[in-house]
């Protein structure tokens, strides 16, 4: 019997090129780093990689202080981070709104911090709050506010306000961009028709120009959460999790137990551990959006 050659879809053939390399560099690394979760692999002992121990590394993880104490600085900085960003966007985006000339030269301003490389940052404001020839210390000091240098990046209090600060400085910017882009689209005419019923600015503001504003704030909310959740470049070159892990946060944690501990096993578990908390965020700020779009009466 013949075999007649088998013939591909043009299609399948088309992203044929796509789906290796998506195979290599996404999936196989994945299922690998999920495996080793579930072994005690060690880089300095390769074929422990291969010795099965079922959810140990799991069950460690719910039992170790130190991880709940980073998954809790997690969530602090995230909450903190994000609050100030989308209140300083806002606030950013209404004054620019206002502009009437100059306000493309404006715009591009606003984007400058996105486009620092947050390593680049993390030095950057690892210099300012130095205890000796930091900018801040040495202001601080010309003006008579303080006697002496504050330690911004060796007390654990000043370290997690200093890294805070570098992370709303760098991001404020996603916000004011975002909320921009609102201000511009919405209708001219339930605000006119406000002032014309006598609303007070704050008045038309809150029930006209917030609501219609909110599906843009939660989409910079949710992308934001994502970025802040797997926070590492930083806080590894500000302060390196210090002063006594006082501002370790997961994925600090995970970078630690991986490459410097050596156990690849246990960071790989931490890693789909802290993913929950990537999720929890991304799945409320979408709901909220979703909330949001049909109050507005657009579908969702």
């Known amino acids: 019997m013949k075999l007649l050659p088998l013939r591909l879809p043009t299609w399948f053939l088309l992203l044929l090129p796509a789906i290796i390399i998506l195979l290599s560099v996404v999936l196989i690394p994945l299922v690998l780093s999920l495996y080793s979760s579930f072994t005690p692999y060690k880089l300095t002992r390769p074929e422990t990689l291969y010795k099965w121990i079922g959810e140990y590394n799991y069950v460690k993880i719910a039992g170790d202080a130190n991880f709940w104490w980073a998954f809790g600085r997690t969530v602090f900085l ?154 590492y470049d930083i806080v590894k070159i500000m302060t390196n999790g210090g002063p006594a892990r006082r501002t370790e946060l997961l994925w600090t944690m995970i970078g630690r137990t991986g490459y410097v501990d050596a156990k690849m096993g246990l960071a790989n578990a931490m890693g789909y551990a802290s993913i929950i908390l990537a999720v929890f965020f991304t799945v409320y700020f979408f709901r909220k959006l979703s909330a949001s779009r049909s109050s507005l009466g657009f579908d969702n």
């Open 78 to 231: 995230l909450t903190i981070a994000l609050n100030l960003e989308m209140l300083l966007g806002l606030g950013i985006a209404l004054l620019v709104n206002k502009v009437t000339w100059g306000q493309r030269w404006l715009r591009t301003i606003m984007m400058f911090p996105m486009m620092f490389s947050p390593i680049l940052v993390g030095f950057q404001f690892k210099f300012i709050f130095n205890d000796n020839v930091g900018l801040v210390n040495n202001a601080l000091q010309s003006l008579g506010i303080t006697d002496q240098a504050l330690p911004w990046l060796v007390d654990g209090k000043l370290a997690m306000f200093s890294i805070i600060f570098a992370e709303v400085w760098m991001s404020t910017s996603v916000f004011a961009i975002l909320i921009l882009a609102g201000l511009f689209a919405i209708p001219r005419d339930p605000l006119e028709a406000a002032k014309v019923d006598g609303c007070t600015p704050w008045q038309s503001f809150r029930h006209i120009t917030l609501p219609f504003l909110m599906p843009f704030i939660y989409i910079a909310l949710a992308i934001r959460s994502l970025d802040v959740a797997r926070a």
